[in-house]
């Protein structure tokens, strides 16, 4: 987990890229729009409002988290499975679902929190919407700021078992880190 622009995506990357053999992904789930580039099923899995609903009066999410946007209402949820005996499972998610993971999951959950200076995190985050045909500067802002207040000193200290990694160096560095936190919890 981590604020906007702190590497998650591709940190995450780079850890199945490596041990993709002994990960399995945990893919989100969300009704916002995709952005350029993702893909249904690997990034996300793209939902309407009505597969939500219905995934709800299924018992079948585990946490889910609702966003006033600047583009509306857009909800971010993982739906409920059952880890396998022996396996990993990796999944980028908030504080609030991290809180969700360890009811459900106790202390199988291992957290780990990518931080990065905010100037380095706005340009990452300013470089990204750039990047997308129409640009949503109105929407990074808030985002921006939201996480000021998501990921404040408090909240984190609530989490048992917390890891933070830097990554602000190379990504291999992250990485390196990542694998030694993997290593020790």
Wanted: glycine share 8%.
């Amino acid at each position: 987990m981590g604020k906007s622009g702190s590497g998650k995506d591709t940190l995450y990357k780079a850890v199945l890229e490596r041990w993709g053999g002994a990960l399995t992904p945990v893919i989100p789930c969300t009704t916002r729009p995709r952005r350029e580039g993702e893909r249904n099923g690997e990034d996300y899995f793209f939902v309407t409002e009505e597969q939500l609903a219905e995934l709800e009066r299924q018992g079948q999410i585990i946490e889910k988290r609702e966003y006033h946007t600047v583009q509306g209402l857009w909800t971010y949820f993982t739906r409920r499975f059952s880890p396998m005996e022996g396996s990993d499972y990796i999944v980028i998610t908030t504080l609030e679902g991290v809180r969700s993971f360890l009811v459900v999951f106790g202390d199988m959950v291992r957290v780990v929190y990518l931080t990065l200076p905010d100037g380095q995190r706005l340009r990452r985050c300013l470089d990204r919407e750039e990047r997308q045909a129409k640009p949503d500067y109105a929407e990074l802002c808030r985002r921006f700021l939201a996480d000021e207040k998501d990921f404040a000193p408090e909240k984190l200290a609530g989490i048992p078992r917390l890891w933070t990694i830097r990554t602000d160096g190379a990504p291999e560095q992250a990485l390196r880190e990542w694998e030694r936190v993997f290593r020790e919890a």
